[in-house]
């Protein structure tokens, strides 16, 4: 498989580009976080958006063409990532369109997949993977309960780190039917209405103005046919809903660090000092050249994620946090570089280079930050 | 794709017949390394295995045949690789024929020109050096004084180069030379090829931190060289000399050799007594090794597909040196105290590889100038 889009996902890029541009650009999160006299929309995002992204395929871009979606696969959605990552937009994409639809077509019975997937791609159900439970990322750490009732389950628990939880209509939880408190075997995904009886969300928003729920569990009764996949095997689907996750999510940062590289580079050749454009100072040419290195590096490493996922390859976790890994240092070093090469500037609120770098440190911590996938890797590698 | 596989088989069942079983195992000392040459002196699997690559052109697989080389589509050479790698075969010959002019020859070379070296590159005939730097001219080498004047049908060269690569061993030497000496300075140097016997030219070892002595000082006493040994226009050299950089860069940048990689040592070095703290280290490294390892292999795939990125030679060099300073610093602290050994008995070369790695963001153009190159054409900062 070769490291090179295809005609297709050239098309699928450039009208990301354009639409997000237009459509979603960084002055949108602005908007959207000054709503409502500063405390914030309060979806979080615009629904009007939502609605054009599935208008586009954005949102079936996972979805089978059988269940109504474009059918694009891993490549494509990460290059939607990257336009959304290079504008920073605001949209439910990552949570229902990648997360929840590889957990349907992973694990999803005939049943589930004919319900829910046709909702994903036309945008009128939204999802959020209920999963981490502790504020570092730690997915088999499961101490939620599953335990028999009726003809299905009971859920108690609380999970810490919901995203876009507030706005969901269906949580996919992992609770535990058996097995010890971090063990993989005994581990269950479910479907769970977040309308239902005992459902508590409290909605928390984060510094890069995305919202994150604390979701609690109270005696929450769930319909056997809720089960997604089979009872005790759900870490295999949530490992791999995770790797989608993830693979898409060093897609964004690429994005991240390429528009807070572009912007940085376009400012060292205005910004004058001494008498000269600050782009003439070799001490910054460097360092601007060695992040132009950085970014190609995590080019490739998130496109043979996004590769190795659309052809189910067995090395999907090596890639995975590879590309995670490696996207979340290059879009730290390219925002901390935007920040300081700007200047007293980089600093307010009033410019736009500081949002960058709150959405790299929010997507660095998300399903694992450069530790947990440098141990995770070295345990793949066998040391 | 049908015909690749079938390239497959026929090559796998060919190495398995003429690679003989002691040019599959790894490298493990200097001599182990087959330069060719007039002087070369091979073991009798070196020569065997030489000379059978050698015929078939697979010495240089993408090469076209009518200059020894394979006439390998691209896929195929991949094909061969893999082959070769599965096997844990060796390069049958290492060259700066190969990796430096030969790609320089096959662009600016005239036909007899290419006819004449082409082919004993390949069979490991003749060995080359590079005369680029002087003592004067390193990183400004547009500044390189060593002069050639006309006189009949040759050209007088007189001057000195300096870290002249294997200078006391080649045949050969790619050389830049001023033939306009009032021209501004990129527009005055030519490319010349001559032969390392003709009078007056003569070398002197100079040793490097490592311990090792692999180059020279070279010096040229009035040679005389054939007008005919001009390589393209003169006082076009330096363009030539740019593009033969470009292949030298990315040879010095790449990493996939095929040796072992830090994570295979690691598996088994992390159980020895002291090692785990390195763990992270190790990972990080890793990290980048092989986000670089999959940007080689994207830019090749790019460029088949007819996509290709500028000054991709300065970022393939400057990353792919800066991390093989990191490898072998890491190797050292893997290796602990044993790595300090510098002689007697046991394990000797970690320090002298990890000593020799310094070089490698200085050969070939520094960091700093890779850098610069990288500010100045894909960056189009100001002033760079
Ligand atoms: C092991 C080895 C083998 C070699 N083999 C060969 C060979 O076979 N043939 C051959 O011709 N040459 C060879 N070289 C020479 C090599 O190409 C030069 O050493 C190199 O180009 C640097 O030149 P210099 O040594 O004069 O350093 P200088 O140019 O004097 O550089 C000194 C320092 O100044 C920095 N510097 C210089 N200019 C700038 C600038 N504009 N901006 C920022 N920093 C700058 C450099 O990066 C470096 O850190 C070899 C060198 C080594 C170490």
Same mark, same amino acid.
């Given at each position: 498989?070769?490291?090179?889009?295809?005609?297709?996902?050239?098309?699928?890029?450039d009208?990301?580009?354009?639409?997000?541009?237009a459509?979603?650009?960084?002055?949108?999160?602005r908007?959207?976080?000054?709503?409502?006299?500063?405390?914030?929309?309060?979806?979080?995002?615009?629904?009007?958006?939502?609605? #054009?992204?599935?208008?586009?395929?954005?949102?079936?871009?996972?979805?089978?063409?059988?269940?109504?979606?474009?059918?694009?696969?891993?490549?494509?959605?990460?290059?939607?990532q990257?336009? @959304?990552?290079?504008?920073?937009?605001?949209?439910?994409?990552?949570?229902?369109?990648?997360?929840?639809?590889?957990?349907?077509?992973?694990?999803?019975?005939?049943?589930q997949?004919?319900?829910?997937?046709?909702?994903?791609?036309?945008?009128?159900?939204?999802? =959020?993977?209920?999963?981490?439970?502790?504020?570092?990322?730690?997915?088999?750490?499961?101490?939620?309960?599953?335990?028999?009732?009726?003809?299905?389950?009971?859920?108690?628990g609380?999970?810490?780190?919901?995203?876009?939880?507030?706005?969901?209509?269906?949580?996919?939880?992992?609770a535990?039917?058996?097995?010890?408190?971090?063990e993989?075997?005994?581990?269950?995904?479910?479907?769970?209405?977040?309308?239902?009886?005992?459902?508590?969300?409290?909605?928390?928003?984060?510094?890069?103005?995305?919202?994150?729920?604390?979701?609690?569990?109270?005696?929450?009764?769930?319909?056997?046919?809720?089960?997604?996949?089979?009872?005790? *095997?759900?870490?295999?689907?949530?490992?791999?809903?995770?790797?989608?996750g993830?693979?898409?999510? =060093?897609?964004?940062?690429?994005?991240? =660090?390429?528009?807070?590289?572009?912007?940085?580079?376009?400012?060292?050749?205005q910004?004058?000092?001494?008498?000269?454009?600050?782009?003439?100072? $070799?001490?910054?040419?460097?360092?601007?050249?060695?992040?132009?290195?950085?970014?190609?590096?995590?080019?490739?490493?998130?496109?043979?994620?996004?590769?190795?996922?659309?052809?189910?390859?067995?090395?999907?976790?090596?890639?995975?946090?590879?590309?995670? /890994?490696?996207?979340?240092?290059?879009?730290?070093?390219?925002?901390?570089?935007?920040?300081?090469?700007h200047?007293?500037?980089?600093?307010?609120?009033?410019?736009?280079?500081?949002?960058?770098?709150?959405?790299?440190?929010?997507?660095?911590?998300?399903?694992? +930050?450069?530790?947990?996938h440098?141990?995770?890797?070295?345990?793949?590698?066998?040391? | 794709?049908?015909?690749?596989?079938?390239?497959?088989?026929?090559?796998?069942?060919?190495?398995?017949?003429?690679?003989?079983?002691?040019?599959?195992?790894?490298?493990?000392?200097?001599?182990?390394?087959?330069?060719?040459?007039?002087?070369? *002196?091979?073991?009798?699997?070196?020569?065997?295995?030489?000379?059978?690559?050698?015929?078939?052109?697979?010495?240089?697989?993408?090469?076209?045949?009518?200059?020894?080389?394979?006439?390998?589509?691209?896929?195929?050479?991949?094909?061969?690789?893999?082959?070769?790698?599965?096997?844990?075969?060796?390069?049958?010959?290492?060259?700066?024929?190969?990796?430096?002019?030969?790609?320089?020859? &096959?662009?600016?070379?005239?036909?007899?020109?290419?006819?004449?070296?082409?082919?004993?590159?390949?069979?490991?005939?003749?060995?080359?050096? $590079?005369?680029?730097?002087?003592?004067?001219?390193?990183?400004?080498?547009?500044?390189?004084?060593?002069?050639?004047?006309?006189?009949?049908? *040759?050209? @007088?060269?007189?001057?000195?180069?300096?870290?002249?690569?294997?200078?006391?061993?080649?045949?050969?030497?790619?050389?830049?030379?001023r033939?306009?000496? /009032?021209?501004p300075?990129?527009?005055?140097?030519?490319?010349?090829?001559? *032969?390392?016997?003709?009078?007056?030219?003569?070398?002197?070892?100079?040793?490097?931190?490592?311990?090792?002595?692999?180059?020279?000082?070279?010096?040229?006493?009035?040679?005389?060289?054939?007008?005919?040994?001009?390589?393209?226009?003169?006082? #076009?050299?330096? +363009?030539?000399?740019?593009? &033969?950089?470009?292949?030298?860069?990315?040879? @010095?940048?790449?990493?996939?050799? %095929?040796?072992?990689?830090?994570?295979?040592?690691?598996?088994?070095?992390l159980?020895?007594?002291?090692?785990?703290?390195?763990?992270?280290?190790?990972?990080?490294?890793?990290?980048? =090794?092989?986000?670089? %390892?999959l940007?080689?292999?994207?830019?090749?795939?790019?460029? #088949?597909?007819?996509?290709?990125?500028?000054?991709l030679?300065?970022?393939?060099?400057?990353?792919?040196?800066?991390?093989?300073?990191?490898?072998?610093?890491?190797?050292?602290?893997?290796?602990?105290?044993?790595?300090?050994?510098?002689?007697?008995?046991?394990?000797?070369?970690?320090?002298?590889?990890?000593?020799?790695?310094?070089?490698?963001? @200085?050969?070939?153009?520094?960091?700093?100038? $890779?850098?610069?190159?990288? /500010?100045?054409?894909?960056?189009?900062?100001?002033?760079?």
């Amino acid at each position: 498989m070769a490291l090179v889009l295809t005609d297709d996902q050239t098309m699928v890029r450039d009208s990301a580009d354009g639409f997000f541009a237009a459509e979603a650009p960084v002055a949108e999160l602005r908007r959207l976080r000054d709503a409502n006299g500063g405390a914030g929309d309060a979806t979080g995002f615009d629904r009007g958006l939502w609605a #054009k992204m599935a208008e586009m395929g954005f949102a079936g871009v996972l979805v089978p063409e059988a269940h109504g979606g474009a059918g694009f696969g891993y490549v494509a959605a990460g290059l939607v990532q990257e336009a @959304i990552g290079r504008n920073l937009s605001l949209s439910p994409l990552l949570s229902t369109a990648i997360l929840a639809a590889t957990a349907l077509v992973r694990g999803g019975s005939p049943e589930q997949q004919a319900r829910y997937l046709p909702q994903i791609a036309s945008g009128e159900r939204l999802f =959020a993977l209920a999963a981490d439970e502790a504020a570092r990322h730690d997915p088999h750490h499961v101490t939620t309960r599953a335990e028999t009732s009726g003809n299905g389950f009971k859920l108690n628990g609380t999970k810490a780190f919901v995203l876009d939880g507030h706005v969901a209509d269906t949580l996919i939880v992992a609770a535990r039917t058996g097995g010890a408190d971090d063990e993989a075997a005994g581990i269950t995904l479910f479907l769970v209405d977040a309308k239902a009886p005992g459902v508590a969300v409290a909605r928390r928003s984060m510094v890069d103005s995305r919202n994150a729920a604390r979701v609690t569990l109270t005696d929450v009764q769930v319909d056997g046919a809720d089960v997604l996949g089979a009872a005790g *095997d759900g870490a295999a689907i949530l490992d791999r809903v995770l790797d989608a996750g993830r693979a898409c999510l =060093a897609a964004e940062m690429l994005g991240v =660090a390429g528009e807070s590289f572009t912007r940085t580079v376009d400012y060292l050749k205005q910004r004058e000092q001494f008498g000269v454009k600050i782009g003439t100072f $070799q001490a910054l040419q460097h360092r601007a050249a060695h992040l132009f290195c950085e970014v190609e590096l995590a080019r490739s490493a998130t496109l043979r994620a996004l590769v190795a996922l659309d052809a189910d390859e067995d090395r999907v976790p090596m890639f995975a946090s590879l590309a995670k /890994a490696k996207a979340g240092e290059v879009a730290k070093l390219s925002t901390d570089e935007g920040v300081q090469m700007h200047g007293g500037i980089g600093m307010t609120d009033d410019f736009d280079i500081g949002f960058f770098m709150k959405r790299a440190r929010a997507a660095r911590e998300t399903f694992g +930050d450069l530790a947990f996938h440098g141990d995770r890797l070295a345990m793949l590698m066998g040391y | 794709m049908a015909d690749l596989e079938t390239f497959r088989i026929e090559t796998r069942a060919w190495l398995a017949a003429n690679c003989p079983p002691e040019m599959r195992q790894s490298i493990a000392k200097d001599g182990d390394v087959v330069w060719g040459g007039r002087h070369a *002196d091979l073991t009798p699997p070196q020569r065997a295995w030489l000379d059978a690559m050698g015929a078939k052109g697979w010495t240089v697989p993408e090469w076209p045949k009518e200059y020894g080389g394979g006439g390998l589509s691209k896929d195929e050479a991949k094909v061969l690789v893999q082959e070769m790698r599965a096997i844990r075969a060796r390069s049958p010959l290492a060259s700066f024929g190969i990796w430096m002019l030969g790609p320089a020859l &096959l662009k600016y070379g005239n036909e007899e020109q290419k006819k004449e070296h082409l082919p004993k590159i390949a069979r490991g005939e003749i060995r080359w050096c $590079q005369g680029y730097s002087e003592p004067g001219a390193g990183s400004d080498l547009a500044s390189l004084r060593t002069s050639a004047v006309v006189d009949g049908d *040759d050209y @007088i060269v007189n001057g000195q180069k300096v870290w002249t690569s294997y200078a006391d061993k080649a045949d050969w030497i790619f050389c830049l030379v001023r033939t306009d000496m /009032a021209a501004p300075k990129h527009l005055g140097i030519s490319f010349l090829l001559f *032969d390392m016997a003709s009078p007056g030219v003569s070398t002197s070892p100079i040793k490097l931190i490592s311990g090792y002595s692999p180059f020279c000082q070279t010096f040229f006493d009035d040679v005389r060289v054939p007008r005919a040994n001009l390589m393209g226009t003169a006082g #076009k050299g330096w +363009d030539i000399a740019k593009y &033969l950089l470009t292949h030298e860069r990315e040879m @010095i940048g790449d990493l996939d050799d %095929g040796r072992r990689s830090l994570s295979q040592i690691a598996v088994k070095a992390l159980g020895e007594a002291g090692v785990a703290p390195l763990r992270s280290d190790i990972v990080r490294h890793e990290i980048n =090794a092989l986000a670089f %390892g999959l940007t080689m292999e994207r830019v090749k795939d790019e460029t #088949k597909a007819g996509q290709g990125t500028g000054a991709l030679s300065s970022m393939l060099k400057y990353y792919g040196t800066e991390l093989n300073k990191q490898r072998q610093e890491l190797l050292m602290s893997v290796g602990g105290s044993d790595s300090l050994a510098w002689s007697g008995t046991g394990e000797v070369d970690t320090s002298r590889h990890w000593l020799r790695s310094r070089a490698n963001s @200085i050969e070939g153009g520094t960091s700093e100038v $890779q850098l610069n190159i990288i /500010a100045k054409r894909v960056l189009q900062l100001p002033g760079a």
